[in-house]
Structure formats: C-alpha cells, structure tokens
C-alpha cells in the first residue's frame, strides 16, 4: 500500500497498467466464485468485461459516483499518451477504458479494494 499523495504524482498510464491487472483479477475471482463455467466460458465472460468496450459501458453507470479526487485521476488517464492503440475498440472506447483502469490501479494501490468493490462490482458481473 502507498500514499495517495505518492500514487497521484505517477503517470496515469502506470496507473491503467496496474489498475488493468488488479480489475482483470478481481473480475475473474469474482467470476469463479459465482459461477460453475468450465474455464473456456469464465475466459469469456471475463474479456467481454475487461475488454476496452465493456469498461467503457460500464463507465458511464459509475462515472457519476467518483469523488473528485477519482475523476482527476480518470481524467488524466483518459487524456494520457499512450503509445499503444487498441485493435478491438474506438479511439474514444480506448482513452475511456484507460481512465478507468487508471481509477483502478489508483485505488488498488492505495489500499482501497473495497472501493473498488463499490464502485465497480455493486450491479455484479
């Protein structure tokens, strides 16, 4: 766990790095404690999740709910350079899942894993 004063001053991009790892398990945790798929299925259910077009959908149901502090850090993940482009989403769908992910690792590094629970697996999976 760090200072969110330490997290904030890392690039937003680190921040989507880690936030994408940290949402990516959560999810499949998640996913294989309350299903009985075979492992193809949870593989599947979890990438339409974790995919830059599910993030996106799934932002517009929690985007109002950031504090400020977490719309900052959205906003500098979204507006980030990114050296990569993604092959299966818009350009918009991209830069939106990127702020999203950066929320995420923002959060999993500051130790609040029941935020992100709050905010991001309230309606389920």
């Known amino acids: 766990m760090m200072e969110k004063h330490e997290i904030r001053q890392m690039n937003p991009v680190v921040l989507a790095f880690v936030g994408d790892a940290a949402y990516t398990l959560l999810v499949r945790r998640r996913l294989a404690l309350s299903h009985g798929y075979k492992t193809g299925e949870l593989n599947k ?35 980030a350079k990114k050296l990569t482009k993604s092959k299966n989403a818009t350009a918009a769908e991209y830069c939106r899942s990127t702020g999203f992910e950066a929320v995420v690792g923002y959060l999993y590094l500051a130790g609040e894993e029941k935020r992100i629970e709050e905010l991001f697996f309230e309606d389920g999976i």
């Open 45 to 79: 259910l979890a990438s339409d999740v974790v995919s830059a077009h599910g993030q996106s959908e799934q932002l517009e149901k929690i985007l109002p709910r950031f504090t400020e502090e977490e719309a900052e850090i959205y906003r500098r993940g979204r507006n």
